[in-house]
């Protein structure tokens, strides 16, 4: 298992995301909240979860959950949790119900959800094993928990190492498929549904091969983020989307795509 230590006391503390402006810069917004940026983790999302009261760890402006209202208004009962702060407001101010006290410390009472959703939350996690228990903890018998993290043997991480700009001070854990797995049978109450690889983005491996691992300032990653949001949505560039897909296809086949995704079920009778 890769992990960082020593871990700088503001990301054990969560004070480093309250007061990051990186979540709510324009760059950012416009790219969490256009309709192609979840589209592959919504489409797994309605594979297994059709319905039901939903609670996304970590929903930082709310976008997924947003995308999950505004698509399937009817299907959801949706709320975010995350660390007080701009982002967690900003989801707020949506209409998104909103828990602003640390997961592992809120009390939810006799509350079940069917589905939890932690989606790059993970690899931020000093203790991830101990928000994969409470997890199991408040699902509902046969509810789901959706995971993704980075694929710490991904084609990227293979090619670029430490110069990777996704190899940064916040990320804590860096998880391969063998780790991820090791990792969640630790919980026995969740049975293992799918494991799949899934993301690729060739403008973050040309931008960071020739740097020397400095890393990307937070204003940079959002430019990033909006330009290749707004190739994905040009349909002057059908052609090229579909190479891209393709090679997006093989990576996921063979386990290099950028970021790993795990499907768990909770097992167990009624709500318990």
């Known amino acids: 298992m890769l992990y960082a230590n ?18 709510l810069s324009p760059n950012k917004l416009q790219s969490d909240f ?6 592959r983790e919504l489409k797994l999302f309605r594979q297994f ?5 939903v609670l996304d760890v970590g929903c930082s402006s709310g976008a997924f959950l947003h995308q999950l209202k505004m698509k399937f208004d009817r299907a959801y009962e949706i ?7 701009a982002a967690l407001e900003y989801a707020r101010e949506l209409g998104i119900s909103v828990i602003a006290t640390p997961f592992l410390e809120h009390d939810f009472g006799q509350q079940r959800f069917d589905a939890i ?15 994969l228990k409470k997890a199991a903890d408040i699902l509902r018998a046969g509810g789901f928990c959706f995971l993704l993290v980075p694929n710490a043997r991904s084609l990227a991480m293979r090619l670029l190492g430490p110069r990777y700009r996704y190899v940064m001070p916040e990320h804590l854990n860096y998880f391969t498929r063998e ?8 919980e026995a109450r969740f049975q293992i549904r799918e494991l799949r690889t899934m993301h690729f983005n060739p403008l973050v491996i040309w ?26 949505q040009n349909p002057l560039l059908v052609p090229v989307k579909a190479v891209y897909q393709t090679t997006e296809w ?14 768990l079920q909770r097992q167990g009778i009624g709500n318990e």
């Not at 959703?117 to 928000?131: D, K, N």
């Not at 740097?211 to 959002?222: D, F, H, M, Q, W």
């Open 6 to 23: 020593p871990v700088a006391a503001e990301f054990v503390s969560g004070e480093f995301y309250g007061k990051s402006s990186y979540h």
């Open 207 to 232: 931008q960071d091969w020739g740097s020397r691992g400095n890393l990307v300032p937070e204003e940079e990653r959002a430019r990033l983020l909006k330009r290749t949001t707004a190739l994905k």
């Open 250 to 263: 093989f990576l996921s086949t063979v386990g290099l795509a950028d970021n790993l995704v795990l499907v």
């Open 117 to 131: 959703s932690f989606w790059a939350v993970l690899e931020h996690l000093p203790e991830p094993r101990r928000f």
């Open 79 to 85: 709320t975010g949790l995350d660390v007080p702060g």
């Open 179 to 186: 780790t991820l797995l090791r990792f969640v049978q630790s």
């Open 34 to 39: 256009a309709p192609v940026r979840f589209e």
């Open 49 to 53: 979860c059709m319905g039901g009261n």
